[in-house]
């Protein structure tokens, strides 16, 4: 599926509801990041172990929180005026200009350590 | 672009650097979190007017924040073993039946306060 | 109260419970912006007006939160060997000397702006 | 150093330059979370052992991000009429209750789930 067609599905989600009155950049932005936090729940104390047994047992809830940080992201995304799929591709060459393969293979580096 | 495609092309990039040792799912939640956090600082104590200009004189560096969450997303969701297509789908069909347009037009409640 | 005796006894808490196991620095990470998360839940959406009125509602769990953000902060601060109280003491006069009266009064600049 | 005179010395800073204007919860819960961002980018990609060398080597620079935390903890506790000290040790019992010793002793399971 194209990323257009999931962002135009989350967009008249809202538009239905008239919530764009609540969101602000601020409000999406909270609002991103406590999503994140939901997801990183699943995981805080647990052993690498366990957590392959969380992947499989919790797998619909975990891809609940997926698709909740993608839904943020569409509306920050169409709010902001920014082309995701665009913006993604842009900063995939730009990560291969900072990350040259010979340098950064294997290295946990920062791009500026290198 | 197909989501399956834009995904592919980051675990690509990831293969030809040998990251994957790097990418534990604690790491890359933090790493999300990290990135949220860097879209949220343009915004950070800023006035609607002043995120309106900002929106625009500093769209090229907020596309990129964006685009960062969204390869954290995708390594998650490929590492998780989750289809994040086929999750963002099934998440706003349940959004819809948690928030009814006639419950919840106009209103900032969450489902449960409905 | 100070500082350090609300540490101690944040660190016997976990002693007696043999804790210190599962607090790797990258779980307290995590667990310390899942805290964040939940004190940001009470505000996301809410207009100015409805944060008044939930500062006073629930300020018992809004008070539960600040707290677990500061038991996270004893932790990191006693596994990383930093004295609290010492290098909050240093950050506000580094503060002072990075943001001077007269040049950042009233104005919500960085201090590399200013 | 007692809280109730650390958090004194940070508002004072505050009035100084008069940003309490700037200072919705809001904002102070989009600043502490770009606070915690900060303290988790020491950690992020690497090993237990190179956390170690870095708790040493870069121990100033966190040392003033656990500050920078405690510092926006200390806004929040003030804008929301919470005495922190009182949050703290009301908080550590309640955890008491709801993890008793021979019940959570060695465990990484949350209280619902003992």
Not at 18 to 39: A, R
Not at 91 to 114: F, Q, T, V, W
């Amino acid at each position: 599926m194209e990323n257009k067609d999931l962002i135009k599905k989350i967009i008249a989600f809202r538009e239905e509801r008239n919530w764009e009155q609540f969101h602000s950049i601020k409000d999406l932005c909270l609002g991103l990041s406590i999503e994140v936090s939901e997801l990183q729940e699943f995981f805080l104390w647990k052993t690498n172990e366990q957590i392959n047994s969380i992947k499989i047992e919790k797998k619909e809830h975990i891809a609940d929180e997926l698709a909740d940080i993608f839904i943020f992201l569409a509306y920050l995304s169409n709010d902001l005026g920014i082309d995701l799929d665009k913006a993604i591709v842009t900063k995939i060459d730009k990560n291969d200009d900072k990350y040259p393969i010979e340098k950064s293979r294997g290295s946990n580096k920062k791009y500026n350590e290198l």
